[in-house]
Structure formats: structure tokens, C-alpha cells
């Protein structure tokens, strides 16, 4: 997990314990509905492996999102994630074109140099 994702995605939550239950705790319902579908099974595992038991997991937001909201925000959600992809591929190719520059320059310099 990258240290934005766990910034955007866990931090801030916090959790407790009730016998045989953790309850994760989490700021707001988008929050949980995320960290349900993209990192509930890498929770229950990091759990199980302190705990040496299975665990029930909750989470638990303040209020709940209908499936509608969340679906328009999962693909609000997605499609910025798409957009930060291309930009990095852009940034990425910028990168390398500069870089070929420099080197182009580094070697007129060098005939310059020498002749």
C-alpha cells in the first residue's frame, strides 16, 4: 500500500475491541465502503496474524452512504485515478525527453570541445 493510500484510506481510523470483534472505526461512510472493498482481506489477514485467531471485523462510519452515492463515488473515484495515471505516463515521458536533451547537450558540448 502506498503511503497516499494509507493517508487517503486508513489513516484516522481507529478501532476497538469487544471479545472476539474489532470494530474499525472510520471518519466518514466513503471512507469505510472503500477500505471494505479495496482492503478488507489484507485487514482480516494483519488481524489474524497478531491475534492468532480469526476475528470478526465491522466498520463503522458515522452515517451511511446509499449504494447509489457510493457508486457515483467510486467511479468519480476511478476516473481520477485514470487522470493521475495519465498525468504520471506524461510527466514520465517529459522526464525522459529532458534527460535525452541533456545528454544531446552534454555531447555537442563535448565535440565542441574537441574540435
Known sequence: MSSLAFETWIEGT???MEDDKV???CTNPLQKNWI???YMPHI??????VYRKRMIIQLEAPY????????????YMIALEKQTWSLEARVTKV????EE?????????RAHRFS
Request: aromatic share 4%; proline share 0%.
Open 101 to 109: 536533451i541533456k545528454k544531446r547537450s552534454r555531447s555537442t558540448t
Open 44 to 49: 482480516e489477514q494483519a488481524i489474524e496474524k
Open 95 to 98: 522526464e525522459r525527453q529532458m
Open 23 to 25: 470494530i474499525i472505526h
Open 36 to 38: 471494505q472493498a479495496l
Open 64 to 75: 451511511e452512504l446509499s449504494d447509489e452515492q457510493f457508486m457515483r463515488m467510486w467511479n
Open 14 to 16: 481507529t478501532a476497538t
